[in-house]
């Protein structure tokens, strides 16, 4: 795990499950392209897909697994880079180091560190831009020890959501994260929890599953809608054949 490699595989073969409370996945095809749309029904819902994934172009080949349709466009739900802070906080300098060089002891002599660094054990972290970081503990979390990082954002919640990173003391590559956002209105509020878990898969360390939360209410209605993403029997093959990614031809007239 020290030597896991935190970039995008070029391919992946896996299966997704979709498990959704209140959330009804569409496909929506069009010239053989696919985007999928979760629409809010008073309804549950389960998908299960085989999937080919090609990174370069976020491309993937779905396949139902009860219907054996056929989905070609962005995957629903593919692997992902291990720092959430990647894409919610875009190279905030100075900010939490994507890439912190691992300690060799735990000693608490900080006369050579920057004096407004927090030294967190054998993880150094500087105030981010975007969120006052503090040290919550050594915690176990899948049976493994973690660092708990505790996130609160400085402004914009909505843009920054993020509140718990649990960081692997080895690697300092994220295993878990949370975040939390509420928006209000004048007539409406809408709250939203996520949880994102990682795992390391051969020499990578890639986004495994997701769980969303969430409820809101409009004048006389409320919506409360859950679902959960997992990625399984993951396979990194060296190469996968471009048809699988090309969009049929489109019937003749």
């Known amino acids: 795990m020290r030597a896991a490699n935190a970039a995008r595989p070029p391919y992946a073969v896996y299966q997704l499950d979709y498990v959704g409370h209140n959330l009804v996945l569409t496909p929506d095809t ?52 291990s720092n959430p ?42 105030a981010s ?22 996130l609160r ?5 909505e843009d920054h959501p993020l509140t718990d990173l649990y960081v692997d003391p080895a690697t300092f590559l994220v295993r878990s994260a949370h975040a939390e956002m509420t928006m209000r209105r004048v007539v409406f509020e809408f709250g939203l929890q996520a949880d994102i878990d990682y795992a390391p898969i051969g020499a990578y360390w890639l986004l495994s599953d997701v769980h969303f939360h969430g409820n809101g209410y409009a004048l006389f209605y409320h919506a409360d809608m859950d ?16 048809a699988y990614f090309a969009p049929p031809p489109s019937p003749k007239p």
């Open 129 to 150: 831009r975007y969120y006052e970081i503090t040290l919550v503990g050594l915690e176990k979390r899948d049976n493994a020890t973690v660092y708990h990082l505790h």
């Open 153 to 157: 954002a400085i402004s914009d919640i």
């Open 30 to 81: 069009t010239n053989g392209k696919t985007d999928w749309d979760m629409n809010l029904h008073h309804a549950n819902d389960s998908h299960s897909f085989h999937v080919w994934y090609r990174t370069s172009d976020d491309r993937a080949l779905q396949q139902d697994d009860a219907t054996h349709a056929d989905y070609r466009g962005e995957p629903l739900f593919a692997p992902s880079e």
């Open 227 to 242: 679902c959960t993403l997992r990625l399984h029997d993951i396979v990194l093959p060296l190469t996968l054949p471009a």
């Open 85 to 126: 802070l990647d894409d919610s906080s875009p190279s905030p300098t100075p900010g939490v180091s994507s890439s912190p060089k691992p300690m060799g002891s735990m000693s608490t002599d900080t006369s050579s560190v920057n004096p407004t660094a927090q030294v967190l054990g054998a993880v150094t972290s500087e």
